[in-house]
């Protein structure tokens, strides 16, 4: 197998994984799109949310855990 399949199903995996983890901690993840930063407009017949600093937080944290990961491996 091509190593560019092998990288798509880990991927893949990790991308499961992930989901589970969100869906089975739902009730304590409820801050996480709702922080300071997060453009929210509520009219009637028009909803927008942009969440700017919940992008940021996700992003920081994974360039953190693959800098680890890199590091150690």
């Given at each position: 197998?091509?190593?560019?399949?092998?990288?798509?199903?880990?991927?893949?995996?990790?991308?499961?994984?992930?989901?589970?983890?969100?869906?089975?901690?739902?009730?304590?993840?409820?801050?996480?799109?709702?922080?300071?930063?997060?453009?929210?407009?509520?009219?009637?017949?028009?909803?927008?949310?942009?969440?700017?600093?919940?992008?940021?937080?996700?992003?920081?944290?994974?360039?953190?855990?693959?800098?680890?990961?890199?590091?150690f491996?």
């Amino acid at each position: 197998m091509p190593a560019s399949a092998k990288i798509l199903i880990i991927a893949g995996f990790l991308l499961v994984a992930a989901g589970v983890v969100v869906w089975l901690a739902q009730g304590h993840l409820g801050w996480l799109g709702r922080l300071p930063g997060d453009i929210r407009v509520e009219r009637p017949g028009i909803q927008f949310y942009f969440p700017i600093t919940t992008m940021v937080l996700i992003s920081v944290l994974l360039s953190v855990l693959l800098w680890i990961i890199r590091k150690f491996l």
